[in-house]
Structure formats: structure tokens, C-alpha cells
């Protein structure tokens, strides 16, 4: 049993973190943190956390509380830079699910994240932790971002069977990829009845997919009017080989990652609020290119079902446990 302190409890991550963690076998909460809420019960965030079954769930203690507590696992569910001025702890794993550790050249955070890094000296220390292309080394993890998790599950694995020159991702995401805070573009006037793109070309999660491909994309990102679920469609010109073959023997024993049948299309609807993902393959008859398609749910695979599966694979646990994998027609 391993013991979790979650920093930034009532955020959007923090909560989808907090509901996999106490569905954990072997994940015991410890701590929650959040400055806004620090001394209130958790019920505060959610009623059904005050209910029989959950009783006994630790009050909201400061985020600094949460973070220096001494718990073995400590999820980082703070903002980019929030995240970027912690400290981490002297022991025990910490997951990072904002982007504040997804680089090791300080030179990217104030190009893409409009900060300096404060501990530029430190990034080396944090590994990538995207389980199906680089699995998370050591015990601090930086958890991927939702659309690049998406792009990099569609093209990772086909990297070297494409041309490198011309990839396109264009990616649609739920308002709650946003986060929590308030802002313009995510009240419902903005985007219900509405699909829109945003940051075209500048996106923070471009930089992230090219230093993984070795190569950059094209990343266009929209808003879409639901509250969870992402789908990036991801145009290439293969040199030859065989895609959907390289990509269903890459994904052949995996839990989390689907290459559905031929024909078949990934779907929001089966990917929401679950920490799956699916990949579609197709041709383009007119042009003799391709489309890999993924779906994933950006808070589950996108950010806290990964953060979980991260720690389940250095912990030794069972990769799939606290995750939600299983359900039909919800």
C-alpha cells in the first residue's frame, strides 16, 4: 500500500486524480491540498464525498501541507507555473500533470508557457511518463499533456513509416482541457453551439509532440462544446510499410490503447470519463496518404488516468488498477 498527498485537489485533474485514487486498491489518500478549500471538508468540493461509504477522507490541509507531508506519491495538479516553483520532496514519486517538467531545455518555457523556468537546473531530473512510448523512469514524472498524448499515441509507433514533412494534427477537445479557472473563452456563450479553433500554431502541446517524434507537426487545436473527450485526427504520407499493421502489433498487449477493427471510427462517446484510448486507421484513396485517428478522454488518458497508470508502473502495481477501462453503451 502506498500512501498519496494530491496538490491542487480541486482543480479539474485534482478531482479526476482524487476519484482513481480512492477506487485504488493499493493507493491509500493521504492528503489533499488546495489553499482555497485548506480546512474544510472534502465534502466541501463534492457532497458524495461526505456520504457513508467515504467517510473518513482527510479535511483539505494547505497545498505546501499536502506537498511536504511525507506521503509516498505526490500528484501535482497545479497550474504551469504553480507547478514549475515546487520543490519536490526529498522521497517518494511525484507525478507533475501540468507541463511545468515535460521539457529538459528551460529555453521552451517562456517561448511556449510565457515564464522562465525557476529551476532550469533541475529539469533532467523529471522523465517523460507516456507508458505506450516512454515509460516513466526514476521518481519524478512528468505526465503528458492531452493532445499530445492523443498525436503521439496515433504516431509514435509509425514515426520512421512516415514523411516527416507533412503531418497535420488537427485535434478537438471538451472545455474542461481548459481547466477550472474562468476565463472568456469557456463561458457558455463562447462555446456552446460552437466549435472553434484556438492558439493555432502556438500551442504548448506542439514542442512537446515534436521532441518526442524528433520531428515537428502541425497541431491545430479546437474547442468543442462538451465537457470532456478529445479527438485528433493525424494526416501522413506513409513510405510504404503497412500502418495499421505496425500499429496493432505496437498495441497488441495493451489495455488502455485500442486499434479498432478496419472501417471502424474512434468515438468521444465511448472514450468519455474513461482512461482508454482509441486509434482508427485509414487510407485516402485521392491522394495515398493516411489518417490515424485517436480518441482519448483529456482528463482520464490525457491527464489523471495517466498520472495512475504512471504510478502503477513504478510502484510494480497492476498497470490497469484504479483505472476505468471497462463499460458498455455509458
Given at each position: 500500500m502506498a500512501t498519496v498527498a494530491i496538490v491542487g485537489a480541486s482543480g479539474y485533474a485534482g478531482q479526476e486524480t482524487l476519484d482513481r485514487v480512492l477506487a485504488h486498491p493499493s493507493l491509500e489518500l493521504y492528503a489533499l491540498g488546495?489553499?482555497?478549500?485548506?480546512?474544510?471538508?472534502?465534502?466541501?468540493?463534492?457532497?458524495?464525498?461526505?456520504?457513508?461509504?467515504?467517510?473518513?477522507?482527510?479535511?483539505?490541509?494547505?497545498?505546501?501541507?499536502?506537498?511536504?507531508?511525507?506521503a509516498d506519491v505526490v500528484f501535482l495538479c497545479l497550474s504551469h507555473e504553480e507547478a514549475a516553483t515546487v520543490?519536490?520532496?526529498?522521497?517518494?514519486?511525484?507525478?507533475?500533470?501540468?507541463?511545468?517538467?515535460?521539457?529538459?531545455?528551460?529555453?521552451?518555457?517562456?517561448?511556449?508557457y510565457g515564464f522562465e523556468h525557476p529551476h532550469p537546473d533541475d529539469l533532467e531530473s523529471w522523465s517523460y511518463g507516456l507508458?505506450?512510448?516512454?515509460?516513466?523512469?526514476?521518481?519524478?514524472?512528468?505526465?503528458?499533456g492531452c493532445y499530445a498524448t492523443a498525436a503521439l499515441l496515433a504516431l509514435a509507433p509509425i514515426k520512421d513509416e512516415i514523411e516527416r514533412e507533412v503531418?497535420?494534427?488537427?485535434?478537438?477537445?471538451?472545455m474542461t482541457g481548459a481547466g477550472r479557472s474562468l476565463k472568456p473563452s469557456s463561458h457558455a456563450g463562447a462555446v456552446l453551439e460552437n466549435v472553434a479553433p484556438y492558439r493555432v500554431g502556438e500551442h504548448q502541446h506542439a514542442p512537446e509532440i515534436a521532441s518526442l517524434?524528433?520531428?515537428?507537426?502541425?497541431?491545430?487545436?479546437?474547442?468543442?462544446?462538451?465537457?470532456?473527450?478529445?479527438?485528433?485526427?493525424?494526416?501522413?504520407?506513409?513510405?510504404?510499410?503497412?500502418?495499421?499493421?505496425?500499429?496493432?502489433?505496437?498495441?497488441?498487449?495493451?489495455h488502455v490503447v485500442t486499434v479498432l477493427p478496419e472501417g471502424i471510427a474512434p468515438e468521444l462517446s465511448r472514450v468519455q470519463a474513461t482512461d482508454g484510448a482509441e486509434?482508427?486507421?485509414?487510407?485516402?484513396?485521392?491522394?495515398g496518404g493516411a489518417f490515424v485517428?485517436?480518441?482519448?478522454?483529456?482528463?482520464?488518458?490525457?491527464?489523471?488516468?495517466?498520472?495512475?497508470?504512471?504510478?502503477n508502473l513504478l510502484f510494480g502495481f497492476p498497470e490497469t488498477a484504479g483505472l476505468r477501462l471497462s463499460g458498455v453503451l455509458v
Open positions: 488546495s489553499d482555497s478549500l485548506a480546512g474544510r471538508p472534502a465534502a466541501e468540493l463534492d457532497p458524495r464525498l461526505g456520504r457513508n461509504g467515504w467517510r473518513g477522507i482527510p479535511r483539505f490541509i494547505t497545498n505546501e501541507a499536502a506537498l511536504s507531508c511525507g520543490t519536490p520532496p526529498p522521497r517518494g514519486v511525484v507525478v507533475d500533470l501540468s507541463g511545468a517538467h515535460r521539457f529538459v531545455d528551460p529555453g521552451v518555457y517562456p517561448s511556449w507508458p505506450e512510448v516512454t515509460a516513466p523512469v526514476g521518481r519524478l514524472v512528468a505526465n503528458p503531418v497535420v494534427v488537427d485535434a478537438k477537445s471538451g517524434l524528433g520531428f515537428p507537426v502541425a497541431l491545430v487545436p479546437h474547442l468543442l462544446p462538451v465537457r470532456r473527450g478529445l479527438i485528433a485526427t493525424c494526416y501522413v504520407r506513409p513510405l510504404g510499410s503497412d500502418l495499421r499493421s505496425i500499429l496493432e502489433a505496437h498495441y497488441a498487449e495493451s486509434i482508427g486507421v485509414f487510407g485516402d484513396r485521392l491522394t485517428v485517436c480518441a482519448l478522454d483529456n482528463l482520464g488518458k490525457g491527464a489523471a488516468g495517466q498520472a495512475v497508470q504512471n504510478v
